[in-house]
């Protein structure tokens, strides 16, 4: 199967077909030139993009429009300029781009000014070759879909305005999702058509009171000048008495100036009857009954083309026009007839006698109504063009102007958004409480309120930034309305401890202890993070820590194996440098515990209260009594399933409770552990084994080994306990039971 280069075959087809449009564009026509009014039987003459502008018969009403058809030679050069980048290809597209737009823009401009200049009735538009409709169609759709395609450019090279986009289609999923499901209207949209709907109003609002405007002058214009003829008309024929010789030199004049007219009339009538009635215009009255005017005794035009029914009058057609002279009528609208597309001015031609002015017939000068109004005509097309013009410019205008003031706010959004999201992240126990996890971007480039607004907001994030740190996670994901109830929840805990902080602190200035142990502290608290656990507070050199989870005895138990790990680096830093070593202690305890808000009104926090939390503070202070580095308890002992390699440690009271607990020192991961590691916990719970059964001597050779061997603490501490019975013998009842004094 033949397969098809899509990106090659885009970049052949937008500049061939671009190209041979152009080309099509200037050698098809344009428009045509004006009609002749007065002679219907004349030819309309085409007009071309290549000719128009050496039209001399189209009057451009200024040279500067002129000069501007000349413009239309640009489209055979944007052809040019396609037909040479389909061979170099370095042309860039945006050039591209705007040559074919420019020339579109000019070709439409061109052809909406010849209809403005030339389209003097609705017959021109009548007379259009179907081929001008579809190629003014064709270059009107080219044109605004290159404007929608700029704009979709521009957008989409906008990495912010890709961003909200994103943001966008997230809510529209959201929003699917949901049963009630509100439509939103966005502020763009919003902007838009407001814009679009208040300037359509106003071009409307334009259009008819400009188009009424000019009308009614028209009107009034064309009807002082219809009624001065028909009177001055009449006024010939009563100074001529009748006489044919004066009245046709009047005619033949008013035929002459006729042709030079903007409106010219149709023709001018003198119908007469042919009875001698002694009628007088004073003594008329409704009942008055009128002659026949039958006689068409003079006319402007050629008798015999002078349709039959227009050469008499019917006695209601005389009394009709004789009612508008007595009224006044005549002096404000002509009779129109609708079915002719005529209008006539009418006025009594009279001869003056002692009795009065005898009426003899009308005076009629009739106007073609296309004819009359072509001005008005002209001036409507001119109007609604522009007005077309405009409005598809404001559109265009209104899309960058909703995009220039919604876009700063999107943004806006779009970065609150995005640190509302981190938070929310946060809160919801998914992510790690830093500094760094909270951003906001201030991408307003605008100096108004808008860029105001994002400082403000900008602010306030560097204030929740820097508050972060001091707020506990378990605060930030249930610090919430209904989180202020306490709740019971199983939980692991481990608290660590600086050995000797009190005494460290001595002899230092206050800045190196508090960068000494921000230092430490940020060591555990990124381990605790990375293994799934969340700091609770921090109390001096103390930090207490818990974990949640299926797994949360295996993470707590490994965070302190890697706390210990990196101690020990830290350890060996220290000796390079010359300065003293730290040395911590790790308690680690599991069970349930009650978990909710406690504090005051004016100052909360989430914590842990319960026998679980206090016996691991209890467990992380015994390091000090054994000389170990990490005590669990029996209960976390249980859920490690032998993951890690761990002694029993011994089996105690701590101070505040009277239950005896099993206690174990985790030495290391199984699948790290080394022999040496098995050989202490071996020795060791050898020697534990015979201490419980007071058989000392051999509780004291598996001590004394292990001690000697690995430096163990641990046994050092049971050698001195050893010796000590040996001196003082327990009870006979003793259980091996230690009662711890410390905390």
């Known amino acids: ?61 200024a040279p500067v429009l002129q000069l501007l058809f000349y413009s239309i030679y640009f489209l055979p050069l944007t ?83 890709a961003e909200y986009k994103v943001l966008r289609q997230e809510e529209i999923e959201k929003s699917k999702n949901k049963k009630n499901n509100d439509k939103k209207t966005s502020l763009k949209t919003k902007l838009t058509l407001f814009i679009i709907g208040t300037i359509s ?93 039958d006689v068409f005794a003079y006319t402007t035009g050629k008798a ?41 001015f009418v006025y009594p031609v009279t001869l003056p006698r002692k009795k009065g002015s005898k009426l003899v017939g009308f005076s009629i000068v009739t106007y073609r109504e296309d004819v009359l109004m072509k001005p008005y005509f002209q001036t409507k097309v001119a109007v609604f063009a522009l007005s077309a013009v405009f409005f598809y410019l404001a559109v265009i205008l209104s899309i960058f102007l909703s995009d220039y003031i919604a876009n700063p706010l999107l943004f806006l959004r779009s970065n609150v958004r995005k640190t509302s999201k981190s938070l929310s992240v946060m809160m919801s126990g998914k992510g790690t409480v830093t500094s760094d996890t909270i951003q906001f971007e201030d991408t307003i ?58 005494t460290l602190c001595e002899g230092r200035a206050p800045k190196e202890i508090v960068s000494l142990l921000n230092h430490y502290l940020d060591i555990e608290t990124e381990i605790i993070h990375k293994n799934g656990g969340d700091i609770d507070k921090f109390v001096g050199d103390e930090m207490m820590a818990f974990f949640a989870g299926p797994r949360k005895e295996y993470n707590a138990c490994k965070a302190a194996m ?69 005590i669990i308890s029996e209960a976390v002992y249980d859920k490690l399933n032998n993951t890690f390699v761990c002694r029993e440690l011994d089996f105690i009271t701590v101070k505040g409770k009277s ?22 916990k071996t020795l060791f719970e050898f020697g534990l084994h015979y201490y419980r059964n007071k058989q000392w001597d051999k509780s004291e050779q598996y001590f004394n080994q292990c001690y000697t061997k690995f430096h163990d603490l641990p046994s050092k501490v049971f050698l001195e306990r050893i010796h000590h019975f040996k001196l003082v013998p327990p009870p006979a009842k003793w259980d091996g039971v230690f009662e711890m004094k410390v905390k």
């Open 562 to 630: 890697e706390i210990r790990a990196a101690m020990k680096e830290q350890q060996q830093l220290s000796k390079e440098k010359g300065k003293e070593v730290i040395q911590i202690g790790i308690g680690i305890n599991t069970g349930n515990v009650v978990f909710g808000s406690v504090g005051s009104k004016t100052r909360m926090d989430f914590t842990s209260i319960g026998d679980t939390v206090n016996l691991a503070a209890r467990l992380e202070g015994a390091n000090k009594a054994y000389g170990s580095k990490s």
């Open 659 to 680: 239950e005896p607990v099993r206690i174990y020192e985790i030495l290391q991961l199984k699948s790290k552990s080394a022999e040496k590691l098995d050989e202490i």
């Open 445 to 502: 480039k605008t100096r108004d309120e808008i860029k105001d607004l994002s400082t403000e907001i900008g602010d306030m994030v560097s204030l929740i930034r820097g508050m972060v740190p001091y707020i506990s996670f378990s605060t930030l994901k249930h610090a919430d309305a209904e989180s202020k109830r306490s709740i019971n929840r199983e939980l692991c805990f481990l608290f660590t401890d600086i050995r000797g902080f009190t």
């Open 1 to 61: 199967m033949l397969k098809i280069n899509k990106q090659l075959f885009f970049f052949y087809f937008c500049r061939i077909f671009s190209a041979l449009a152009l080309a099509a564009l200037f050698v098809l026509p344009l428009g045509m030139m004006q009609i002749t009014l007065n002679d219907p039987n004349s030819i309309s003459t085409l007009l071309f993009p290549y000719t128009v502008a050496f039209i001399k018969d189209v009057n451009f009403y």
């Open 201 to 293: 109003i106003i071009l409307f609002s334009f259009m008819v009171l400009i188009l009424r405007r000019y009308q009614n002058l028209i009107t009034e214009t064309v009807t002082e000048a219809g009624r001065t003829t028909a009177e001055q008309t009449a006024a010939i024929y009563e100074t001529a008495e009748g006489k044919y010789e004066k009245i046709l030199y009047f005619f033949n004049q008013q035929k002459k100036s006729n042709e030079y007219a903007d409106t010219p009339f149709e023709r001018i009538d003198i119908i007469i009857s042919s009875v001698n009635a002694q009628i007088f215009m004073e003594e008329i009255t409704a009942d008055t009954e009128l002659p026949p005017f």
């Open 79 to 161: 052809f040019v300029v396609l037909v040479i980048s389909i061979f170099v290809k370095k042309i860039p597209q945006k050039l591209l781009y705007f040559l074919v737009l420019i020339s579109l823009t000019i070709y439409l401009f061109c052809g909406i000014s010849c209809m403005i200049i030339c389209a003097n009735t609705s017959l021109w538009f009548k007379s259009l070759p179907l081929i001008i409709y579809i190629t003014f169609g064709f270059a009107i759709i080219s044109h605004l879909a290159l404007s929608i395609l700029g704009i979709i450019n521009i957008r989409l090279n906008n990495p912010q305005y």
């Open 304 to 344: 015999l083309e002078v349709p039959a029914e227009e050469k008499t009058l019917s006695n209601e057609q005389a009394a009709d026009y004789i009612k508008r002279y007595q009224t006044g009528a005549y002096r404000k609208t002509p009779i129109y007839n609708k079915a002719n597309g005529t209008c006539k």
